[in-house]
């Protein structure tokens, strides 16, 4: 199942505010997501 930026962003919506999703395809089975928090007490959770 391919996860979506809608998805990411409801799974680590209890860290804090999101600002920014980067999704990018490693292979056809893998996709890397990078998350900017907002603040960085969302990167410490």
Not at 26 to 36: F, G, L, W
């Amino acid at each position: 199942m391919d996860a979506t930026e809608k998805d990411i962003k409801e799974f680590f919506s209890f860290s804090g505010d999101i600002q920014y999703v980067e999704m990018q395809r490693e292979t056809d089975s893998t996709k890397t997501a990078y998350v900017t928090f907002k603040n960085t007490q969302g990167a410490d959770t």
